[in-house]
C-alpha cells in the first residue's frame, strides 16, 4: 500500500505536492502534520489522503473562525 497526499488551493485546483509516498497511515499522517503549515503559507486550502489512488480523507488547513 502506498499512502499520499493531494493539497488543493480554495478553488478546487491541485497544487504540486513534494513526493510523499509512505507505507503507512500514520507515517502519512505525521508527514503532513509537519508541513501543513508550510503548506498554507503556500496556499493549500485542503489536503486530501489517498491510499493507492483512494481517498481515505479530506481536511481543511484553515484554523478554525472565533
Known amino acids: 500500500m502506498t499512502w499520499t497526499?493531494?493539497?488543493e488551493d480554495a478553488d478546487g485546483?491541485?497544487?504540486e505536492a513534494p513526493d510523499s509516498d509512505l507505507t503507512?497511515?500514520?507515517d502519512a499522517e505525521?508527514?503532513?502534520g509537519e508541513?501543513?503549515?508550510e503548506f498554507?503559507?503556500?496556499g493549500v486550502a485542503v489536503v486530501e489522503l489517498q491510499?493507492?489512488?483512494r481517498t481515505?480523507?479530506?481536511m481543511d488547513l484553515a484554523p478554525p473562525e472565533e
Open 5 to 7: 497526499w493531494k493539497l
Open 13 to 15: 485546483n491541485a497544487i
Open 24 to 26: 503507512s497511515q500514520g
Open 30 to 32: 505525521s508527514w503532513v
Open 35 to 37: 508541513r501543513w503549515r
Open 40 to 42: 498554507a503559507d503556500q
Open 51 to 53: 491510499e493507492d489512488g
Open 56 to 58: 481515505v480523507y479530506r
